[in-house]
Nanobody, 123 residues
Framework: QVMLVESGGGSVQPGGSLMLSCAVS????????VGWFRQAPGKEREGVAA???????SYADSVKGRFTISKDNAKNTLYLQMNSLKPDDTAMYYC?????????????????WGQGTQVTVSS
């Protein structure tokens, strides 16, 4: 059974940084797709960043140049380094995974989800 557990959320001032982690278990090898998504109150869940089976990354336009997604295959852990945070980045952040994903930032492409970790950016 595939399980994902996020950690690293918290409160930070605008311009600050946070790194989220997501421990992934249940896959037989490291060739799976993973992504970070977020959902703010009253808004739909949206894709933030993703890594496909071959290690290629994709980002939402709103986070390009500020967020970096990475994956440590030895530790089966996904990371999201978030820099230059803005109040609009405030949301619950989720990691998600599936074996095959056609469009990495599409919510409906992913079967397995973590429970989420809250990120709040406020002065």
């Amino acid at each position: 059974q595939v399980m994902l557990v996020e950690s690293g959320g918290g409160s930070v001032q605008p311009g600050g940084s946070l790194m989220l982690s997501c421990a992934v278990s249940g896959y037989s090898d490291s060739r799976y797709c993973v992504g970070w998504f977020r959902q703010a109150p009253g808004k739909e869940r949206e894709g933030v960043a993703a890594i496909d089976r071959d290690g290629s990354t994709s980002y939402a336009d709103s986070v390009k140049g500020r967020f970096t997604i990475s994956k440590d295959n030895a530790k089966n852990t996904l990371y999201l380094q978030m820099n230059s945070l803005k109040p609009d980045d405030t949301a619950m952040y989720y990691c998600a995974s599936d074996l095959w994903v056609e469009a990495g930032l599409t919510v409906t492409e992913y079967m397995y989800w973590g429970q989420g970790t809250q990120v709040t950016v406020s002065s």
